[in-house]
């Protein structure tokens, strides 16, 4: 296949960005806009967040089904939905962070059905939007471009956020006011990234079954360990970085008493996600999307170890962990999308039938459970340590900040590595089932097993050429 021209690559990016216009601004900032501004107590927030974001995980799931039983000529299957959702989605982050005065009970309730159909909306943009990348090119090496794409996009975001938004969060400010006129102005910016990514990147992989049915789509889910195990592992690993990422503004203004480095941190993210995003290609072609996984993961470990064990006094010692478990985090988030892609045309070698939809919504569903119990885990161990908005934290307080912040994100990317250490779908059986594929479709793979997957006598465990060997790419 032709590899991808540079402006639909920066397109795919956009769209990431205009993503995270509002979901890392609901990461960031919901739970304090929630505690400090609307004034719903630590425990209330993190039950809501909870709640709605194990919500958010099934209307993933229903977001997956429409777009599999959904396809337009001249659009594609996924297209049309990033066109006609992503007004609605930027609207209801404005009103998600716009809650009126409305007693305790009915503050609470507008919370949650603002935060729920915020949810809902950006499932049905989300979901399509991830679900391209497997649509636009099956080699390796692009989809590693790809995922660098997505990654700067999001973190060009979440810099800016941590930049200019993030040290204007300090008691006695109208932060009302702040996050109203911030999320009005990302409609027109994100609306802007959202078209963008609609002109430049367009699908080009081969589809079979236009329109995928329901017994489709559940043949291919549970014939797919690999998926699985990418599904459980991530569910892991994002419940710790949920955490951290909930945490992190009261981790800097409330145990080391430098909001002031914020904005450093964010700086630093974006120069770490440039660096990684040009070695992770080449990273994938030495090691493997498999191995670059553990060997990131490890350092979060690291980092959030640093984090949780350092005395608040030493400020340059917790930072230096934050930013070590944020290179793990980076370059996670980079890789991770590319192996989601991998396990369609594994799905696709078991059945014959392509199901990007309902593949990268499963994948979303237990990504957004674990965002789920890791903002709400966060947000008791604010209110197991006594935390109290705008006043001086006790030690229990600290505590609490920490574990969050170190403790939680260490703790279960290991979970994430030991599920991870298992997984068999290496680089070498993706290209290997990539061949399959094409002989099949060229009619030449009549003999290789039909669409069972069980190919020359061999099990989805035992590709021919070892994991060893490195990464192959289609045709090399």
Not at 26 to 32: G, H, K, P
Not at 217 to 239: A, E, I, V
Not at 346 to 360: D, H, N, P
Request: proline share 4%.
């Amino acid at each position: 296949m032709k590899k991808l021209n540079k402006l639909s690559i920066v397109g795919y990016g956009a769209g990431d960005a205009a993503n995270n216009l509002a979901f890392t601004t609901a990461t960031m900032f919901l739970l304090v806009y929630y505690t400090d501004v609307a004034g719903i107590s630590a425990a209330a927030a993190g039950t809501l967040l909870l709640v709605v974001r194990i919500f958010d995980a099934f209307a993933d799931v229903f977001a997956g089904r429409v777009v599999d039983r959904t396809y337009s000529k001249r659009f594609g299957k996924f297209r049309p939905f990033i066109m006609f959702g992503s007004i609605p989605l930027l609207l209801l982050s404005v009103a998600t962070f716009s809650i009126p005065e409305l007693g305790e009970s009915g503050t609470l309730l507008y919370a949650y059905v603002t935060y729920a159909a915020l949810g809902l909306a950006y499932s049905l943009v989300n979901i399509p939007y991830g679900s391209l990348a497997g649509a636009m090119t099956q080699d390796p090496a692009e989809r590693a471009k790809l995922g660098s794409a997505r990654m700067i996009g999001a973190l060009l975001v979440g810099s800016a956020l941590g930049i200019f938004v993030a040290p204007l969060i300090k008691p006695g400010a109208d932060l009302q006011a702040t996050f109203t006129t911030i999320t009005l102005t990302f409609v027109v910016i994100g609306a802007a990234l959202y078209f963008f990514t609609v002109l430049t990147a367009k699908e080009r992989v081969y589809r079979a079954v236009p329109n995928v049915t329901f017994k489709q789509s559940m043949d291919t889910l549970r014939g797919n360990r690999p998926l699985l195990m990418l599904c459980l592992s991530s569910f892991f690993f994002l419940t710790g970085y949920l955490a951290l990422t909930s945490v992190q503004l009261y981790y800097l203004r409330d145990v080391l008493g430098r909001l002031d480095l914020y904005p450093v941190l964010s700086i630093t993210q974006l120069v770490l996600t440039f660096v990684l995003a040009a070695f992770m290609p080449r990273l994938v072609r030495s090691l493997g999307k498999k191995r670059v996984y553990i060997f990131s993961s490890l350092f979060t470990v690291i980092g959030g170890a640093i984090v949780f064990f350092t005395p608040a006094s030493q400020v340059w010692i917790g930072f230096t962990g934050l930013v070590i478990s944020l290179v793990g985090v980076l370059a996670v988030n980079i890789v991770v999308w590319a192996l989601e892609a991998d396990t369609v045309e594994y799905g696709e070698w078991k059945t014959g039938v392509r199901t990007e939809g309902i593949t990268y919504a499963l994948f979303s569903f237990t990504r957004k459970t674990g965002q789920a119990v890791g903002g709400a885990l966060a947000a008791y161990a604010l209110a197991l340590g006594g935390y109290k908005s705008g006043a001086v934290q006790t030690p229990d307080a600290v505590f609490g900040i920490q574990l969050a912040a170190g403790a939680l994100p260490a703790v279960m990317t290991i979970l994430a590595v030991i599920v991870m250490a298992k997984y068999t779908l290496t680089d070498a059986m993706h290209a290997r089932i990539l061949t399959e594929i094409q002989a099949r479709r060229t009619g030449a793979g009549a003999s290789s097993g039909g669409s069972t997957g069980s190919a020359a006598g061999t099990s989805d465990a035992a590709p021919v050429v070892s994991a060893e060997a490195g990464p192959l790419a289609p045709g090399h």
